[in-house]
């Protein structure tokens, strides 16, 4: 089974905090992605990732930087956390990059106050 | 990304056959049908694909209309445990675009 682990389930940060979200995945998939879901709003894609170094904006990227050093671990990085990036991130990995079929991980709520 | 419209809640009984409809009434000739499903506090999980009649696996039936301006999950028997959000996302297999997934049909199941 593909395993898509996160760092954290849950997090809380105080306002101003540079705050780093890992997720590894071990199935060797190229593709990589970081989602946040907000009620009301459904899941919103913020980065994601076709190769190692690689990395392309989302929908909703500002606030947000993305590093993939390795193909099995993709971060996405607040550099200056705030109140309404209060989520749940979710990181997803795919084989392949025309697939719909994505893996997710669990999942890290986190509370910026 | 071709448009998808979904109940937004329903509820059923445990033991019943649970059909969930997606209208796509613009959905391109090279589009996919896909639906996820998400329980509380996981992420969503891929469940099953379609281009057009039938396809089923173990978790669920997917029935897609000539016209294909529809599409009906089908879950049979549901338990309690197969309340959960489902998600209906349409597109082309060779794309570059993103996924976009909707708010999904929260579904509820009921003893």
């Known amino acids: 089974d593909v395993k898509v682990t996160q760092s954290s389930r849950y997090l809380v940060k105080r306002t101003g905090e540079k705050v780093f979200l890992e997720c590894v995945q071990d199935?060797?998939?190229?593709?990589m992605f970081w989602y946040r879901q907000d009620p009301g709003l459904g899941l919103r894609l913020i980065y994601f990732?076709?190769?190692?170094?690689?990395?392309e904006k989302g929908d909703i990227p500002e606030g947000y930087s993305v590093s993939r050093e390795k193909k099995e671990r993709f971060s996405l990085i607040l550099e200056s956390a705030s109140t309404n990036q209060t989520s749940m991130y979710l990181c997803?990995?795919?084989?392949?990059?025309?697939?719909?079929?994505?893996?997710f991980g669990p999942g890290t709520r986190l509370t910026v106050t | 990304l071709a448009k998808t419209t979904q109940p937004i809640s329903m509820d059923s009984y445990e033991g019943q056959e649970v059909n969930i409809t997606c209208s796509h009434n613009?959905?391109?000739?090279?589009?996919?049908i896909t639906w996820y499903q998400q329980f509380p506090s996981q992420g969503p999980r891929f469940i099953i694909q379609?281009?057009?009649t039938k396809v089923t696996n173990e978790v669920a039936s997917l029935f897609i209309p000539a016209d294909r301006k529809s599409s009906t999950l089908s879950l049979p028997r549901v338990s309690l445990s197969d309340t959960a959000v489902y998600y209906c996302l349409v597109g082309p297999m060779n794309r570059d675009d993103k996924i976009i997934f909707g708010k999904g049909t929260r579904l509820h199941i009921l003893p």
């Open positions: 997803a990995s795919s084989p392949d990059r025309n697939s719909y079929e994505q893996y």
């Open positions: 613009n959905i391109a000739t090279n589009d996919y």
């Open positions: 379609g281009y057009k």
């Open positions: 199935m060797d998939h190229e593709n």
């Open positions: 990732s076709y190769d190692v170094k690689m990395k």
